[in-house]
Nanobody, 125 residues
Framework: QLRLVEAGGGLVQPGGSVRLSCAAS????????IGWFRQAPGKERERERV?????????FYADSVKGRFTISRDTAKNMMILQMNSLKPEDTGVYLC?????????????????WGQGAQVTVSS
């Protein structure tokens, strides 16, 4: 089966760090664009682009997370990582990993074919 399984998340204080991982099964992430999306509290019908690595390895970040978040792809482990540092309360939300062969930073979320189950990240003191 083609699957993305997320791990990580939880409650963290402002200024703290969280690492999210997303393991792929049934397909090779190396041949896909990968991305992380966020559903903010009260906006569960929306999926905000957080960060994307396109299949050409161009990397994009939302302005709100630039300099604080790092997306990466571990080809050997067939996993994708989101390292989140200097967290702010407004980073709170459900983070979903996604993959799609031809997706770009400009692709709407509905065009991404594979999704993780979501991981809750709550930033609060």
């Amino acid at each position: 089966q083609l699957r993305l399984v997320e791990a990580g998340g939880g409650l963290v204080q402002p200024g703290g760090s969280v690492r999210l991982s997303c393991a792929a099964s049934g397909f090779a992430l190396d041949y896909y664009a990968i991305g992380w999306f966020r559903q903010a509290p009260g906006k569960e019908r929306e999926r905000e682009r957080v960060s994307i690595i396109q299949s050409d390895d161009m990397t994009f970040y939302a302005d709100s997370v630039k300099g604080r978040f790092t997306i990466s792809r571990d080809t050997a482990k067939n996993m994708m990582i989101l390292q989140m540092n200097s967290l702010k309360p407004e980073d709170t939300g459900v983070y979903l990993c996604a993959a799609e062969r031809g997706a770009t930073w400009f692709s709407p979320w509905a065009e991404w074919g594979y999704w993780g189950q979501g991981a809750q990240v709550t930033v609060s003191s």
